[in-house]
């Protein structure tokens, strides 16, 4: 392609916002001048792009003007705070935190509903949804074609780099304290997350569900196009820096049909599908790469309309930076 774009990243200096800058560079995203953006505590950083050091810049004074596509990787109040600014300029805008409503930035993972950005009205407004969702929904858009599914239950396994670099070393630093023999002291987490796991990520409301669990309910049903669709989620902190992993049960209309659904699988889009008898994990296979890993595909052991998944992802390349330069390839086609 020809034409280049003016692009910004506000969240620059996170973990998901320079993974984003690596992948632009990574995949030629035809970037003329890049803009990278973040709070004052981090403006005058620098990131690397194209074999240059790109200084950050701060946010707040920054003209959204020079720009034609902006990514907000940073906190849901960061987007709260700019993205009608940016809007304003005539940016599009891809939203990775999940603060805008999805009546005005629908959520998009191109694998299941690309087809949702032919029917947007610039200056366009999508979201890319949480990382859970974006891995879930790759694998179970395929399965729609083969499966009347009437109930997803998950269990979602969550590496701490999903709460930002404080949580990574946090537990770097508790695993360093356990492993010298040394006095836990709990910072960030409540309690212990090294060598342990947490039954809960977040503050649970008075039903007991965390956001991050009502969150991926919602997003899951856009994602797939099935708003009556039962959705049942828990998700547990695991002692991980980056990968997630699931635990997936589908109650189906019908007894399952496995050849159906390991055809469907292979020929899904971003799966790879391993070999029965085998199985993934997010730190051997798919930290780092972009596909989710499924395994053990079976029936229940009792039920034979039940389908078992166990699914790997990185969460932060291809379940939040990858799904939104995904988005912005989609968008500059014909619509920027």
Not at 70 to 89: D, E, N, Q, R, W
Request: proline share 5%; glycine share 6%; net charge negative.
């Amino acid at each position: 392609m020809s034409q280049s774009f003016d692009i910004a990243v506000v969240g620059a200096t996170g973990t998901v916002g320079e993974t984003l800058v690596q992948i632009l560079e990574e995949r030629s995203f035809p970037v003329a001048d890049l803009h990278l953006l973040a709070s004052s505590e981090s403006a005058g950083h620098s990131v690397p792009f194209r074999g240059k050091n790109v200084r950050v810049r701060e946010v707040d004074e920054f003209d959204f003007s020079k720009v034609k596509l902006v990514f907000f990787a940073a906190g849901p109040a960061v987007t709260l705070s700019f993205a009608s600014k940016a809007s304003s300029a005539g940016c599009a805008i891809i939203d990775l935190s999940g603060a805008l409503p999805a009546g005005q930035a629908p959520q998009i993972v191109p694998e299941a509903n690309a087809q949702v950005l032919a029917g947007l009205e610039k200056p366009i407004q999508v979201s890319s949804p949480s990382p859970s969702a974006t891995a879930l929904a790759v694998v179970l858009a395929p399965l729609r074609g083969v499966l009347d599914i009437q109930r997803v239950n998950v269990t979602a396994c969550l590496a701490v780099s999903a709460q930002g670099r404080e949580a990574v070393s946090e537990l770097a630093r508790q695993t360093a304290e356990l492993l010298n023999l040394r006095p836990l002291e709990s910072t960030f987490f409540d309690r212990q997350m090294a060598f342990n796991l947490l039954a809960q990520v977040g503050k649970p409301d008075a039903q007991g569900h965390v956001p991050l669990e009502k969150r991926l309910v919602t997003e899951l049903r856009q994602l797939l196009g099935m708003p009556a669709l039962k959705v049942s989620v828990t998700c547990i902190q695991a002692p991980v820096f980056f990968g997630d992993s699931f635990s997936v049960s589908l109650q189906l209309a019908a007894p399952v049909d496995l050849a159906a659904v390991n055809a469907a699988l292979e020929a899904g889009d971003s799966i790879e599908l391993v070999e029965a008898g085998d199985y993934p994990t997010a730190v051997g296979d798919a930290v780092g790469q972009d596909v989710v890993y499924v395994g053990r595909v079976r029936q229940g052991v009792d039920d034979a309309s039940e389908l078992n998944l166990w699914l790997a992802s990185d969460n932060v390349r291809k379940g939040a930076a990858l799904n939104a330069v995904q988005l912005a390839e989609l968008l500059i086609k014909d619509q920027l």
